[in-house]
């Protein structure tokens, strides 16, 4: 598919780039400058344009699918404002994409963008947002709640100088997105007709909670202030004053910092905390196991996620599960679970890859804290048709051969279990254990795109070997879902969601 991406060098632009080479796109990279990004030099054709400027703007969308549109002001400018560039700017591009024959375009705006036309960013953003509705072609319009970066790019400087200020003194909440996570989620959905999708991440935190998370970061006390929201107005009269462009960014400050910003839609995995915690470290923080499987999951394969109803929370017994579950494009389903309970004094993730499409074994992962311990559970269930090697696996299995381990129960489906299972256990072996899965995880994936295709269906009556040996014998985790809501809707969940398989009957 052709896409032309406009903004394609900006910080969400590289990553809606770099997804959309990921997944095989003739994609023309549209941008002011060519500061290309470094690990994603090529694979595209680059075109320098402005959209201010219509001229430059010709015959780029000759032959194209879909544009996308990343294009937005990031800074203050004394010479062009948001309604050049957020407005008239995309009105140019859309413009140039009729005139193309492009019957979809993608827009990325922003959270409650037709909330408070006073602010010049977001009345210049509905303007465009209008103008895109009334165009005639499919169009869809991303609203994200805010970005990871731009978060630590305000607290940061703050936290610093050793005091974070915050305006007003009610609590606000947002649920920023990491932009790879975004961007996936863009290219996921740039050829839906006619939608909004309001955006978000993981997490919800309050703008206290979030600076007392950067100073914890950073190793200091919290000191948080308050100041009345009053003062960025004073603040955008001033510089409105000097005519230096400010008071569109201090208006637009002033809104973001006094409003809600909480997308409906979640994309993504990554953590916010974890993320802050790595800026500190120089480093990013160990990433817990449904964050490296899923990034491993999406590197090999398309995911998109689908609704798993009254399975998305369950809750019994002291404990809450959540559940996500995310169709692989041409391979099989990733499941991702996690877990709390005991008052917080115990957590666990899991990891299911069911294979489908291609003869592959099922992937199985846990890993659990209590009471000082991490327990990390490695298994390859082979449900193949024609049994592939994975000794990749028995490898890495190697490398990590002195961590305590410990026997497994035995039960008659361990007689499906591959040779690289494992099953560690121990106490202040939590980041050798978390690097222990991610490599596992890692090169499973990675085998994966070498599996040959399958029939779907006689697959999925291999993968109901091991999901119907579950349903009737148990395990620690099935008896516990039993025990919560009930042995039919234990195998509901187990096939459906857990495992991609038939039932008994082969359906």
């Not at 909004?196 to 950073?218: D, T």
């Amino acid at each position: 598919m052709k896409v032309v991406l406009a903004g394609a060098f900006g910080h969400l632009g590289s990553d809606v780039l770099r997804e959309l080479v990921k997944q095989g796109h003739e994609v023309v990279a549209v941008d002011r400058v060519a500061n290309k990004p470094e690990d994603c030099a090529d694979g595209y054709e680059a075109v320098i344009a402005d959209v201010c400027k219509p001229d430059t703007l010709k015959g780029i969308c000759d032959g194209a699918d879909v544009v996308i549109s990343t294009v937005g002001l990031i800074k203050a400018s004394a010479e062009i404002s948001s309604y050049d560039v957020d407005y008239r700017g995309n009105l140019n591009l859309l413009a140039e994409a009729k005139l193309a024959g492009v019957k979809n375009f993608a827009y990325v705006s922003v959270i409650k963008a037709d909330t408070d036309p006073t602010v010049p960013l977001l009345g210049a953003k509905t303007k465009f947002e209008n103008e895109l509705r009334a165009s005639g072609l499919n169009w869809v319009i991303f609203r994200p709640s805010g970005y990871f970066y731009d978060m630590a790019n305000v607290f940061m400087p703050m936290v610093e100088k050793g005091t974070v200020t915050l305006l007003g003194n009610k609590p606000v909440y947002a649920n920023l997105v990491d932009t790879p996570d975004f961007a996936e989620f863009i290219v996921e959905h740039m050829l839906d007709r006619n939608e909004y999708y309001s955006v978000g991440g993981r997490e919800v935190w309050s703008y206290e909670e979030i600076a007392k998370m950067f100073f914890a970061a950073a190793g200091k006390e919290p000191v948080i202030k308050r100041a009345p929201a009053a003062i960025f107005d004073v603040l955008a009269l001033v510089s409105k004053a000097q005519k230096n462009g400010r008071d569109a960014v201090i208006r637009f400050s002033k809104w973001t910092l006094t409003h809600d910003m909480v997308g409906l839609t979640i994309a993504g995995e990554t953590s916010f905390a974890e993320y802050v915690k790595g800026l500190y470290e120089g480093r990013k923080s160990p990433k817990p196991m449904r964050e490296y499987a899923y990034d491993d999951a999406r590197r090999a394969f398309s995911l998109t996620e689908r609704e798993v109803g009254e399975f998305k929370t369950i809750k019994g017994k002291g404990m809450s599960f959540q559940t996500r579950v995310y169709e692989a494009k041409g391979a099989g389903q990733l499941f991702i679970m996690t877990m709390s309970g005991m008052a917080g004094l115990m957590k666990m993730e899991t990891v299911v890859f069911s294979p489908v499409e291609i003869d592959a074994p099922i992937l199985s992962m846990d890993v659990v804290e209590a009471m000082g311990n991490t327990t990390l559970v490695l298994e390859v269930y082979d449900t193949t048709l024609t049994h592939p090697a994975f000794d990749e696996l028995e490898t890495v299995k190697a490398r990590y051969a002195e961590l305590p381990g410990y026997e497994a129960e035995e039960k008659p489906y361990n007689s499906l279990l591959l040779p690289s299972s494992d099953h560690k256990k121990g106490k202040k072996v939590k980041e050798q254990l978390n690097a222990y899965g991610q490599e596992f995880s890692t090169t499973y994936f990675k085998l994966l795109e070498s599996c040959q295709p399958c029939d779907p269906e006689e697959k999925k009556a291999k993968n109901a070997e091991l999901t119907e040996s579950l349903i009737s014998n148990g395990g620690p985790a099935v008896n516990q879902f039993k025990k919560m809501i009930g042995d039919e809707k234990t195998a509901e969940f187990l096939r459906t969601c857990m495992f991609c398989s038939a039932n008994e009957s082969g359906e």
